[in-house]
């Protein structure tokens, strides 16, 4: 690996010299994170540059760096016409006009392959956008490829290496090559860490947006399910399962969610969105906005990290009580063992019913039609698909008898219970707390396709089975790697929480860029 970064920084320094002239975005590599969609769009509202620099500048980027991180999928050959239309458009453009991102590459984008990371899904040229991608189209956003993913977002093996996939390989994180980059919107992650792209767009059913956020020292929303629109997404869980933005910081990620969120007639469960969103996820950013604020500590999600992430925690607590808000320690989420078992019995059931569902409306090219056809493909495939895990957890999917099942009904039922309305809920309403605290996660672990992935902790479980919003914004680093503050909260309690988490971003120390982005001395 060493050998490699060592030609990787020679040929990138070398290419950067040759590319000067396309890389006029207002962004330094080696700096901290600023604010790179708001600075993007004000310079294309001035027509200091236009949407096919910004463009050819990522594009550029991604033909650098992305052959040692393999965290971009693919390239929309259509990005560059899109470029050229908006910047035709003149003054009437949307509120993202011209602004590239990338997609997980399990959300449908018209004229794109949508592989949810396995090659049994190559063939699936899709000729509709997701509601989510129309969203952000009618916004301005241009779609300027594909990210990798952990392949069928982690739900193939419990033994999965986050960040692998048959389509695409090995994707790693910016700030350790031989780390990984949690999952499964590890592309996305990886991607936006490394300023090969300003934001991305991931999906998350438990902890896919938060944990990449946290391990590549980036903010990542998982909004409330129902908030944003899951059609022409790639499904797990139909109770879980929602897209959020993946940036370089909260007020980004603001702008996104103002773009994506809204109600739509294919997704019965977004019906409360148009009335429940916030007009502008943006306006209440301010750095007073924990003057006041009651946050309790989730002990348990605590105690088991090691010395220096403690450490880490205990001074964005200090940062927190220095700005104003109150907190309460010791709190007692009900139910967190509990909530395991039944969570795997219900993502089971509804993954063979959801992915049954959009195999079925694919196009006749994809020969892979039902989960069951999936497995077969992989076994048929299995030195290219199943180098290093198996596919087991598919193979449990695939014997559940169906979602009238008497087993899946209780587990669901219990798990959205004792997840909200007698797990968070009761414990906001008890202390009267604004949210609840913890590390996201650890820092990110080694690669290793013997173990998979082994995770130090998750903030995520809750807020992910109560289909409630959860906040990760960068601490600090840990080792030279990023962990992330997790705020989570009830149901639409989205703008309270990007509330907060601007207000600890702006009142915390700089967060550094990857050391990779900088050549060794």
């Known amino acids: 690996m060493r050998s490699r970064l060592r030609k990787f920084y020679l040929s990138l320094n070398l290419a950067r010299a040759c590319a000067l002239p396309l890389l006029l975005v207002h962004t330094a590599q080696t700096a901290a994170a600023s604010d790179e969609l708001s600075v993007l769009a004000q310079e294309l509202r001035q027509g200091k540059i236009t949407a096919q ?13 992305n052959p040692l991180l393999q965290a971009v999928m693919t390239i929309n050959p259509q990005a560059q016409t899109d470029a050229i239309a908006i910047d035709q458009q003149g003054p009437r453009r949307g509120s993202l006009a011209g602004l590239p991102i990338l997609l997980k ?14 090659l049994a899904l190559a063939d699936n040229l899709v000729q509709k956008d997701a509601s989510v991608v129309a969203r952000l189209r009618a916004a301005g956003v241009i779609i300027a490829g594909k990210a990798n993913l952990s392949e069928w977002a982690n739900l193939r093996s419990n033994l999965s290496s986050s ?15 031989q780390s990984s980059p949690c999952g499964s919107s590890s592309g996305s992650g990886a991607a936006v860490a490394a300023r090969l792209i300003p934001a991305a767009i991931g999906t998350e059913t438990d902890g896919s947006i938060v944990c990449p956020a946290s ?26 399962d929602t897209a959020g933005p993946m940036t370089l910081t909260v007020r980004d990620a603001a702008m996104l969610l103002n773009a994506m969120a809204g109600s739509d007639v294919h997704d019965p469960t977004t019906l409360q969105a148009d009335r429940r969103r916030s007009k502008d996820y943006t306006a209440g950013l301010k750095t007073s906005a924990l003057q006041g604020v009651r946050l309790g500590i989730v002990r348990k999600m605590v105690d088991g990290y090691d010395a220096e992430t403690r450490a880490l925690f205990e001074r964005s607590l200090a940062i927190l009580i220095a700005h104003g808000a109150t907190i309460v320690d010791q709190i007692d989420l009900p ?9 795997l019995t219900v993502l089971l059931y509804e ?17 892979t039609r039902t989960m069951a056809d999936v497995i077969a493909f992989n076994k048929q495939h299995a030195a290219t698909v199943m180098p290093h895990f198996g596919q087991e957890l598919m193979e449990q999917a695939q014997a559940t008898p169906g979602l009238q099942d008497a087993a899946y009904r209780q587990a669901a039922a219990r798990i959205k ?19 609840l605290i913890a590390p996201t996660t650890g820092t990110a672990w080694a690669i290793d396709y013997k173990l998979g992935d082994v995770v130090a902790g998750s903030a995520s479980t809750p807020a992910a089975v109560a289909g409630y919003p959860h906040l990760t914004v960068p601490m600090g680093l840990v080792r030279g790697l990023p962990v992330g503050l997790s705020l989570f909260a009830g149901a639409w309690s989205d703008a309270r929480l990007l509330n907060m988490g601007y207000a ?6 700089a967060l550094p860029a990857p050391a990779m982005l900088q050549p060794p001395p």
């Open 504 to 509: 600890f971003e702006q009142a915390r120390p």
């Open 215 to 240: 391990v590549n020292g980036l903010v990542g929303l998982k909004p409330t399910v129902g908030l944003v629109s899951r059609s022409g997404i790639v499904p797990l869980s139909h109770s879980q």
């Open 163 to 177: 960040g692998w996939s048959s389509a695409g390989g090995q994707t790693r994180n910016p700030y350790a090559p």
């Open 105 to 118: 590459d399990n959300i449908d984008a018209r004229g794109m392959v949508t592989t949810a990371g396995s």
């Open 53 to 65: 620099e910004v463009l050819a500048s990522y594009q550029a980027k991604i033909q650098l760096t």
């Open 417 to 435: 219970s004792r997840a909200g309305k007698q797990g968070i809920d009761a414990v906001l309403k008890k202390y009267r707390l604004a949210a």
């Open 335 to 343: 139910y967190l063992e509990e909530l395991d078992k039944d969570e």
């Open 351 to 367: 993954f063979k019913a959801d992915l049954n569902t959009y195999l079925a409306a694919t196009p006749a090219a994809v020969k």
